[in-house]
Nanobody, 121 residues
């Protein structure tokens, strides 16, 4: 199974920015895509960005122009720069990875434990 560990969350002022990172570990699989979701208190988890190994990042409309993601798939890492944060953007950010075990055709999804981003002055 793929293990994912996020880092970089914390407290930030409104209008500020943070850089989140996610590192995958494990063996015997190839990663097809990685990305980020976020979840506000009492809300469903929503997709923020997805990155394929051979394509450019794609973003949810709500974060276009404010967030930027990048993938370093040889290092099994993805990063997310979140900016222009609003007070209501206090969320837990979750990294995910879709991977295929060698010799298998199906994809499985793994999740990180989440990293909290709190926006407060």
């Amino acid at each position: 199974q793929v293990q994912l560990v996020e880092s970089g969350g914390g407290l930030v002022q409104p209008g500020g920015s943070l850089r989140l990172s996610c590192a995958a570990s494990g063996s015997g699989f190839s990663i097809e895509n990685m990305g980020w979701y976020r979840q506000a208190p009492g809300q469903q988890r929503e997709l923020v960005t997805t990155i394929n190994t051979d394509g450019s990042p794609r973003y949810a409309d709500s974060v276009l122009g404010r967030f930027a993601s990048s993938g370093e798939f040889r290092k099994k890492m993805v990063n997310l720069q979140i900016g222009s944060l609003k007070p209501e953007a206090t969320d837990v950010y979750y990294c995910y990875a879709e991977a295929r075990r060698y010799g298998r055709t199906n994809l499985s999804v793994s999740w990180g434990q989440g990293t909290q981003v709190t926006v407060s002055s």
